[in-house]
Protein backbone atom coordinates (compact mmCIF):
# COMPACT_ATOMS: atom_id res chain seq x y z
CA UNK A 1 0.00 0.00 0.00
CA UNK A 2 1.79 3.32 -0.96
CA UNK A 3 2.08 6.47 1.40
CA UNK A 4 -1.04 7.83 -0.05
CA UNK A 5 -3.17 5.42 0.05
CA UNK A 6 -2.53 4.61 3.63
CA UNK A 7 -3.37 8.51 4.76
CA UNK A 8 -6.50 8.51 2.63
CA UNK A 9 -7.60 5.02 4.28
CA UNK A 10 -7.03 5.92 7.65
CA UNK A 11 -9.36 9.44 6.70
CA UNK A 12 -12.20 7.21 5.15
CA UNK A 13 -12.10 4.91 9.06
CA UNK A 14 -12.12 8.13 10.60
CA UNK A 15 -14.56 9.76 8.17
CA UNK A 16 -16.50 7.62 6.80
CA UNK A 17 -20.41 8.52 8.12
CA UNK A 18 -19.67 12.03 6.23
CA UNK A 19 -18.52 10.33 3.05
CA UNK A 20 -21.57 8.19 3.17
CA UNK A 21 -23.18 11.12 3.77
CA UNK A 22 -24.74 9.80 6.76
CA UNK A 23 -26.05 11.51 9.71
CA UNK A 24 -24.87 9.34 12.84
CA UNK A 25 -24.51 10.97 16.39
CA UNK A 26 -22.32 8.33 17.98
CA UNK A 27 -19.62 5.97 16.53
CA UNK A 28 -19.44 2.50 18.12
CA UNK A 29 -17.88 2.16 21.43
CA UNK A 30 -15.08 0.48 19.58
CA UNK A 31 -13.71 3.48 17.67
CA UNK A 32 -14.55 5.88 20.78
CA UNK A 33 -12.41 3.20 23.52
CA UNK A 34 -14.12 2.39 27.00
CA UNK A 35 -15.41 5.19 29.17
CA UNK A 36 -14.58 7.77 26.45
CA UNK A 37 -10.85 7.31 25.97
CA UNK A 38 -10.28 6.29 22.41
CA UNK A 39 -9.03 2.98 21.36
CA UNK A 40 -5.99 2.15 21.52
CA UNK A 41 -4.87 2.57 17.01
CA UNK A 42 -7.19 5.49 17.06
CA UNK A 43 -5.57 8.62 18.65
CA UNK A 44 -6.10 11.79 16.17
CA UNK A 45 -3.03 13.02 14.15
CA UNK A 46 -2.87 16.90 14.38
CA UNK A 47 -0.77 19.42 12.30
CA UNK A 48 0.18 23.14 13.18
CA UNK A 49 0.47 25.77 10.81
CA UNK A 50 2.00 28.75 12.07
CA UNK A 51 4.30 27.92 15.36
CA UNK A 52 4.16 31.59 16.64
CA UNK A 53 2.23 32.63 19.88
CA UNK A 54 -1.46 31.23 19.40
CA UNK A 55 0.22 28.49 17.06
CA UNK A 56 1.71 27.03 20.50
CA UNK A 57 -1.39 27.71 22.33
CA UNK A 58 -3.05 25.08 19.57
CA UNK A 59 0.56 22.68 20.21
CA UNK A 60 -0.26 23.08 23.93
CA UNK A 61 -3.90 21.41 23.53
CA UNK A 62 -3.07 18.92 21.29
CA UNK A 63 -0.06 17.85 23.79
CA UNK A 64 -2.79 18.12 26.63
CA UNK A 65 -5.36 15.85 24.87
CA UNK A 66 -4.46 11.77 25.21
CA UNK A 67 -6.65 11.48 22.28
CA UNK A 68 -4.18 13.40 19.96
CA UNK A 69 -1.09 13.32 18.69
CA UNK A 70 0.98 16.04 17.17
CA UNK A 71 2.57 14.56 13.75
CA UNK A 72 3.91 17.80 12.05
CA UNK A 73 4.22 21.23 12.49
CA UNK A 74 5.06 24.51 9.86
CA UNK A 75 6.52 27.79 9.54
CA UNK A 76 8.66 29.93 7.65
CA UNK A 77 10.60 31.16 10.49
CA UNK A 78 13.46 28.93 11.38
CA UNK A 79 13.54 29.73 14.67
CA UNK A 80 9.60 29.38 15.90
CA UNK A 81 9.65 25.96 13.73
CA UNK A 82 12.53 24.80 15.45
CA UNK A 83 10.84 25.54 19.16
CA UNK A 84 7.91 23.70 17.87
CA UNK A 85 9.42 20.51 16.57
CA UNK A 86 11.35 19.90 19.69
CA UNK A 87 8.35 20.84 22.10
CA UNK A 88 6.53 17.91 19.84
CA UNK A 89 8.95 15.26 20.69
CA UNK A 90 10.90 12.82 18.50
CA UNK A 91 7.73 11.67 16.68
CA UNK A 92 6.72 15.29 15.59
CA UNK A 93 8.25 16.51 11.72
CA UNK A 94 9.10 20.12 11.24
CA UNK A 95 8.39 21.66 7.83
CA UNK A 96 8.95 25.00 5.77
CA UNK A 97 6.39 24.26 3.34
CA UNK A 98 2.76 23.43 4.61
CA UNK A 99 1.77 21.99 0.84
CA UNK A 100 4.56 19.72 1.65
CA UNK A 101 3.50 18.63 4.50
CA UNK A 102 0.20 18.04 3.55
CA UNK A 103 1.45 15.85 0.77
CA UNK A 104 3.29 13.95 3.16
CA UNK A 105 2.43 13.09 6.52
CA UNK A 106 -0.72 11.43 7.86
CA UNK A 107 -3.22 14.14 9.11
CA UNK A 108 -6.01 13.61 10.40
CA UNK A 109 -6.70 17.71 12.01
CA UNK A 110 -5.15 20.29 10.72
CA UNK A 111 -4.71 23.46 12.95
CA UNK A 112 -4.46 27.01 10.30
CA UNK A 113 -2.53 29.41 12.90
CA UNK A 114 -1.29 32.01 10.44
CA UNK A 115 -1.92 35.56 9.83
CA UNK A 116 -5.13 35.70 8.03
CA UNK A 117 -3.89 36.55 4.64
CA UNK A 118 -2.84 32.92 4.51
CA UNK A 119 -6.45 31.49 6.13
CA UNK A 120 -8.24 30.77 2.83
CA UNK A 121 -5.18 29.26 0.97
CA UNK A 122 -4.27 27.04 4.06
CA UNK A 123 -7.61 26.23 4.99
CA UNK A 124 -9.37 25.10 1.49
CA UNK A 125 -5.23 23.32 0.89
CA UNK A 126 -6.32 21.38 3.91
CA UNK A 127 -9.39 19.89 2.95
CA UNK A 128 -8.77 19.45 0.08
CA UNK A 129 -5.73 17.26 1.60
CA UNK A 130 -8.47 15.13 3.07
CA UNK A 131 -7.74 16.80 7.03
CA UNK A 132 -10.47 18.44 9.14
CA UNK A 133 -9.48 22.02 9.88
CA UNK A 134 -9.61 23.31 13.05
CA UNK A 135 -8.88 27.41 12.25
CA UNK A 136 -7.91 30.14 13.32
CA UNK A 137 -9.72 33.73 13.09
CA UNK A 138 -10.80 36.13 11.50
CA UNK A 139 -12.12 33.21 9.60
CA UNK A 140 -10.81 34.69 6.00
CA UNK A 141 -9.24 38.10 5.28
CA UNK A 142 -11.92 39.25 2.78
CA UNK A 143 -15.75 38.27 2.39
CA UNK A 144 -15.19 36.60 -0.93
CA UNK A 145 -12.88 33.91 0.50
CA UNK A 146 -15.12 32.83 2.55
CA UNK A 147 -17.04 30.52 0.34
CA UNK A 148 -14.41 29.41 -0.82
CA UNK A 149 -13.60 27.85 2.46
CA UNK A 150 -17.58 26.49 2.55
CA UNK A 151 -17.42 24.86 -1.03
CA UNK A 152 -14.00 23.12 -0.18
CA UNK A 153 -15.40 21.70 3.43
CA UNK A 154 -18.29 20.79 1.10
CA UNK A 155 -16.81 18.86 -1.81
CA UNK A 156 -14.57 17.14 0.72
CA UNK A 157 -16.95 15.77 3.22
CA UNK A 158 -14.77 17.51 6.01
CA UNK A 159 -15.66 19.01 9.49
CA UNK A 160 -14.58 22.48 10.15
CA UNK A 161 -14.26 24.24 13.50
CA UNK A 162 -13.64 28.52 13.92
CA UNK A 163 -11.50 29.05 17.05
CA UNK A 164 -13.75 31.59 18.79
CA UNK A 165 -15.51 30.04 21.42
CA UNK A 166 -18.10 32.48 23.55
CA UNK A 167 -20.82 31.50 21.84
CA UNK A 168 -20.39 27.84 23.41
CA UNK A 169 -18.35 28.52 26.40
CA UNK A 170 -18.95 29.94 30.13
CA UNK A 171 -17.95 33.24 30.12
CA UNK A 172 -18.70 36.08 27.71
CA UNK A 173 -16.42 39.12 28.41
CA UNK A 174 -17.65 41.56 30.78
CA UNK A 175 -21.23 41.30 30.54
CA UNK A 176 -21.01 38.87 33.86
CA UNK A 177 -23.14 35.93 32.34
CA UNK A 178 -22.69 33.59 29.27
CA UNK A 179 -24.40 33.63 26.01
CA UNK A 180 -27.16 31.17 27.01
CA UNK A 181 -29.67 33.74 29.11
CA UNK A 182 -29.32 36.22 26.73
CA UNK A 183 -30.16 34.33 23.95
CA UNK A 184 -33.09 32.63 25.73
CA UNK A 185 -34.34 36.22 26.62
CA UNK A 186 -34.08 37.89 23.24
CA UNK A 187 -35.79 34.75 21.55
CA UNK A 188 -39.02 34.76 24.24
CA UNK A 189 -39.58 37.96 22.15
CA UNK A 190 -39.33 39.31 26.16
CA UNK A 191 -37.14 42.16 25.35
CA UNK A 192 -39.48 42.73 21.80
CA UNK A 193 -37.87 43.77 18.71
CA UNK A 194 -35.92 45.00 16.50
CA UNK A 195 -33.02 45.25 19.24
CA UNK A 196 -30.20 47.20 19.15
CA UNK A 197 -26.95 45.39 20.56
CA UNK A 198 -24.11 47.88 21.35
CA UNK A 199 -20.49 46.30 21.44
CA UNK A 200 -18.02 48.98 23.78
CA UNK A 201 -15.37 49.31 25.73
CA UNK A 202 -18.72 50.74 28.37
CA UNK A 203 -20.41 47.46 27.84
CA UNK A 204 -16.91 45.10 28.42
CA UNK A 205 -15.28 44.66 25.36
CA UNK A 206 -12.09 46.60 24.40
CA UNK A 207 -11.28 46.59 20.79
CA UNK A 208 -7.63 47.13 20.90
CA UNK A 209 -7.57 49.86 17.59
CA UNK A 210 -4.53 51.69 19.55
CA UNK A 211 -3.05 48.43 19.81
CA UNK A 212 -2.96 47.10 16.10
CA UNK A 213 -2.53 50.36 14.30
CA UNK A 214 0.29 50.29 11.48
CA UNK A 215 3.08 52.09 11.18
CA UNK A 216 3.92 54.65 8.52
CA UNK A 217 7.63 56.17 7.20
CA UNK A 218 9.45 53.36 8.93
CA UNK A 219 12.69 52.68 7.97
CA UNK A 220 13.48 49.74 6.14
CA UNK A 221 15.41 46.85 7.93
CA UNK A 222 17.09 43.87 6.89
CA UNK A 223 15.11 40.73 7.01
CA UNK A 224 16.46 38.15 9.94
CA UNK A 225 18.07 35.00 8.56
CA UNK A 226 15.72 32.96 10.07
CA UNK A 227 12.68 33.83 8.40
CA UNK A 228 11.62 33.64 4.81
CA UNK A 229 10.06 36.90 4.24
CA UNK A 230 8.92 35.70 0.26
CA UNK A 231 7.24 32.80 2.07
CA UNK A 232 5.81 34.65 4.91
CA UNK A 233 3.84 37.31 2.14
CA UNK A 234 2.75 34.66 0.08
CA UNK A 235 -0.73 36.15 -1.53
CA UNK A 236 -0.14 39.06 -0.35
CA UNK A 237 1.49 42.42 -2.12
CA UNK A 238 5.32 42.65 -1.95
CA UNK A 239 6.52 44.97 0.56
CA UNK A 240 10.07 45.79 1.78
CA UNK A 241 10.90 44.28 4.93
CA UNK A 242 10.26 46.53 8.78
CA UNK A 243 9.89 44.08 12.16
CA UNK A 244 6.39 45.81 12.68
CA UNK A 245 4.67 44.26 9.58
CA UNK A 246 5.34 41.00 10.47
CA UNK A 247 4.83 38.16 13.51
CA UNK A 248 3.13 39.73 16.74
CA UNK A 249 2.19 43.23 14.77
CA UNK A 250 0.94 41.97 11.38
CA UNK A 251 -2.59 43.13 12.61
CA UNK A 252 -1.82 46.23 11.75
CA UNK A 253 -1.51 46.31 8.08
CA UNK A 254 -4.30 45.80 5.80
CA UNK A 255 -2.44 43.36 3.32
CA UNK A 256 -2.56 40.89 6.17
CA UNK A 257 -5.75 41.53 8.84
CA UNK A 258 -7.97 44.35 9.60
CA UNK A 259 -6.98 45.82 12.94
CA UNK A 260 -8.74 45.23 16.33
CA UNK A 261 -11.92 45.18 14.47
CA UNK A 262 -10.40 41.63 13.09
CA UNK A 263 -8.81 40.59 15.94
CA UNK A 264 -11.47 40.63 18.38
CA UNK A 265 -14.48 41.10 16.17
CA UNK A 266 -15.35 37.23 15.56
CA UNK A 267 -14.96 36.44 19.43
CA UNK A 268 -17.45 39.49 20.13
CA UNK A 269 -19.57 39.33 17.39
CA UNK A 270 -20.00 36.03 16.77
CA UNK A 271 -22.10 35.68 19.66
CA UNK A 272 -24.36 38.53 19.08
CA UNK A 273 -25.09 37.28 15.78
CA UNK A 274 -26.14 33.54 17.60
CA UNK A 275 -28.06 35.61 20.40
CA UNK A 276 -29.97 37.69 17.36
CA UNK A 277 -30.77 34.58 15.09
CA UNK A 278 -28.67 35.47 12.08
CA UNK A 279 -26.75 32.81 11.33
CA UNK A 280 -27.80 32.64 7.51
CA UNK A 281 -27.60 36.61 6.65
CA UNK A 282 -25.94 39.90 7.36
CA UNK A 283 -26.57 43.46 7.67
CA UNK A 284 -28.07 45.44 4.76
CA UNK A 285 -26.92 48.91 5.69
CA UNK A 286 -23.04 49.94 7.28
CA UNK A 287 -21.68 53.30 8.10
CA UNK A 288 -18.81 54.48 10.17
CA UNK A 289 -17.34 57.50 11.99
CA UNK A 290 -13.70 57.23 11.59
CA UNK A 291 -10.76 59.20 10.93
CA UNK A 292 -10.67 59.37 6.56
CA UNK A 293 -8.77 58.79 4.19
CA UNK A 294 -7.61 55.79 6.26
CA UNK A 295 -3.99 55.06 5.47
CA UNK A 296 -3.88 52.69 2.31
CA UNK A 297 -1.29 50.12 4.14
CA UNK A 298 -1.42 50.79 7.83
CA UNK A 299 -4.65 50.32 9.55
CA UNK A 300 -5.81 53.21 11.75
CA UNK A 301 -8.53 54.47 14.39
CA UNK A 302 -12.12 54.78 14.42
CA UNK A 303 -14.78 55.62 16.25
CA UNK A 304 -17.58 53.82 16.26
CA UNK A 305 -19.43 51.39 13.48
CA UNK A 306 -23.26 50.99 12.97
CA UNK A 307 -24.63 47.73 10.96
CA UNK A 308 -28.65 47.48 10.23
CA UNK A 309 -29.86 44.00 8.97
CA UNK A 310 -33.00 44.20 6.98
CA UNK A 311 -35.63 44.15 10.37
CA UNK A 312 -33.96 47.04 11.42
CA UNK A 313 -31.85 44.86 14.54
CA UNK A 314 -29.09 47.31 14.92
CA UNK A 315 -25.19 46.30 15.63
CA UNK A 316 -23.32 49.22 17.44
CA UNK A 317 -19.66 49.02 17.82
CA UNK A 318 -17.50 51.78 19.86
CA UNK A 319 -13.79 51.96 20.10
CA UNK A 320 -13.60 54.74 22.58
CA UNK A 321 -10.44 55.59 21.46
CA UNK A 322 -11.49 58.30 19.07
CA UNK A 323 -14.11 60.95 19.09
CA UNK A 324 -16.74 61.19 21.64
CA UNK A 325 -17.23 58.55 24.39
CA UNK A 326 -20.59 59.56 25.04
CA UNK A 327 -22.47 56.71 25.53
CA UNK A 328 -21.48 55.22 28.86
CA UNK A 329 -24.10 53.81 30.75
CA UNK A 330 -25.72 52.70 28.02
CA UNK A 331 -27.26 48.80 27.73
CA UNK A 332 -25.92 46.08 26.03
CA UNK A 333 -28.88 44.47 24.33
CA UNK A 334 -32.24 47.19 24.16
CA UNK A 335 -35.57 46.79 22.72
CA UNK A 336 -38.86 48.25 22.85
CA UNK A 337 -40.04 46.49 26.28
CA UNK A 338 -36.50 46.43 27.93
CA UNK A 339 -32.72 46.04 28.10
CA UNK A 340 -29.72 44.11 29.57
CA UNK A 341 -26.88 46.05 31.26
CA UNK A 342 -23.05 44.64 31.64
CA UNK A 343 -23.28 41.77 34.78
CA UNK A 344 -26.64 40.44 33.55
CA UNK A 345 -28.62 43.58 34.97
CA UNK A 346 -31.90 44.30 33.81
CA UNK A 347 -34.62 46.49 33.04
CA UNK A 348 -36.93 45.91 34.28
CA UNK A 349 -35.28 43.14 37.02
CA UNK A 350 -38.00 40.71 36.19
CA UNK A 351 -36.43 40.04 33.14
CA UNK A 352 -33.72 38.50 35.17
CA UNK A 353 -35.29 36.27 36.60
CA UNK A 354 -37.94 34.97 34.01
CA UNK A 355 -35.12 33.60 31.89
CA UNK A 356 -35.23 30.70 34.40
CA UNK A 357 -38.36 29.57 33.00
CA UNK A 358 -37.59 29.77 29.40
CA UNK A 359 -36.09 26.97 27.44
CA UNK A 360 -32.80 26.46 26.77
CA UNK A 361 -31.58 27.19 22.78
CA UNK A 362 -30.50 24.00 20.72
CA UNK A 363 -27.98 22.93 22.32
CA UNK A 364 -24.45 22.53 19.73
CA UNK A 365 -21.40 20.30 19.51
CA UNK A 366 -18.39 22.10 21.44
CA UNK A 367 -15.50 19.73 21.86
CA UNK A 368 -14.04 19.41 18.23
CA UNK A 369 -13.40 16.10 18.95
CA UNK A 370 -16.45 15.01 18.69
CA UNK A 371 -17.25 16.27 15.38
CA UNK A 372 -14.21 14.69 13.85
CA UNK A 373 -15.74 11.51 15.25
CA UNK A 374 -19.30 11.70 14.95
CA UNK A 375 -19.21 13.59 11.45
CA UNK A 376 -21.34 16.42 13.15
CA UNK A 377 -20.36 19.90 12.63
CA UNK A 378 -19.06 21.93 15.10
CA UNK A 379 -20.88 25.01 17.39
CA UNK A 380 -18.95 27.52 14.95
CA UNK A 381 -18.29 26.03 11.53
CA UNK A 382 -17.86 27.67 8.01
CA UNK A 383 -21.30 28.63 7.96
CA UNK A 384 -22.16 30.83 10.65
CA UNK A 385 -18.06 31.64 11.14
CA UNK A 386 -18.38 32.94 7.98
CA UNK A 387 -21.49 35.34 8.62
CA UNK A 388 -20.20 36.50 12.01
CA UNK A 389 -16.54 37.01 9.76
CA UNK A 390 -18.64 39.25 7.53
CA UNK A 391 -19.47 41.76 9.94
CA UNK A 392 -16.13 42.27 10.75
CA UNK A 393 -15.06 43.12 7.27
CA UNK A 394 -18.30 45.01 6.23
CA UNK A 395 -16.93 47.43 9.45
CA UNK A 396 -13.86 47.73 7.61
CA UNK A 397 -15.54 48.31 4.35
CA UNK A 398 -17.05 51.31 5.93
CA UNK A 399 -13.61 53.08 7.94
CA UNK A 400 -11.79 52.46 4.75
CA UNK A 401 -14.55 53.61 2.57
CA UNK A 402 -15.42 56.75 4.58
CA UNK A 403 -18.98 56.73 3.69
CA UNK A 404 -22.45 54.34 4.03
CA UNK A 405 -22.56 51.25 2.00
CA UNK A 406 -25.66 48.90 1.19
CA UNK A 407 -24.46 45.61 0.97
CA UNK A 408 -26.97 42.38 -0.36
CA UNK A 409 -26.80 39.74 2.24
CA UNK A 410 -27.40 36.84 -0.64
CA UNK A 411 -24.83 37.93 -3.28
CA UNK A 412 -22.27 38.89 -0.96
CA UNK A 413 -21.37 42.33 -2.46
CA UNK A 414 -21.72 45.78 -2.05
CA UNK A 415 -24.88 47.12 -3.61
CA UNK A 416 -23.85 49.56 -6.76
CA UNK A 417 -20.20 50.04 -5.43
CA UNK A 418 -17.32 49.26 -7.08
CA UNK A 419 -14.31 50.56 -5.16
CA UNK A 420 -16.18 48.68 -2.05
CA UNK A 421 -16.30 45.56 -3.97
CA UNK A 422 -12.16 45.69 -4.78
CA UNK A 423 -12.34 45.16 -0.61
CA UNK A 424 -14.64 41.81 -1.13
CA UNK A 425 -12.66 40.52 -4.55
CA UNK A 426 -8.63 41.24 -3.53
CA UNK A 427 -6.70 39.39 -6.26
CA UNK A 428 -3.74 37.43 -4.94
CA UNK A 429 0.21 37.85 -5.75
CA UNK A 430 1.04 35.36 -8.69
CA UNK A 431 1.28 32.35 -8.49
CA UNK A 432 -1.01 32.11 -5.18
CA UNK A 433 -4.71 31.52 -6.67
CA UNK A 434 -7.88 29.72 -4.49
CA UNK A 435 -9.13 27.27 -7.54
Not at 116 to 133: F, K, R, S, Y
Not at 254 to 282: F, N, R
Not at 369 to 380: A, C, E, N, Y
Request: net charge neutral.
Amino acid sequence: MTKGSMIMSRRRFLGQAAMAGAAVSILPGSVLGAEGKPAANDRINHAVIGCGGMGNGHIGIILADPQAKLVAVCDVDAKRLAAAQARGGPDCKAYRDFREMLASEDIDCCHVVTPPHWHALQNVAALDAGCDVWAEKPMTRTIDEGQAVIDAVRRNGRVFRLNTWFRLQNTFYGLGTTVKPLKKLVMSGALGWPLTVRVSRHTGFHWKTSQWSGKINMPLEPVPPELDYDRWLGPAPFKPYFRHRTHGSFRGYWDYDGGGLADMGQHYLDPVQYILDKDDTSPVEVEALAPWPQHEDAVGLWGRVWMKYADGCTLILESCEWGDEETAGRPYIEGPKGKVYPGFRTDPPELAELVKSLPDPEPMISDFTVSMRTRQKFGLNEVNGNRSNILVHLANAAIRTGRKLHFDPVALEFINDDAANRLVHQPMRAPWRLV
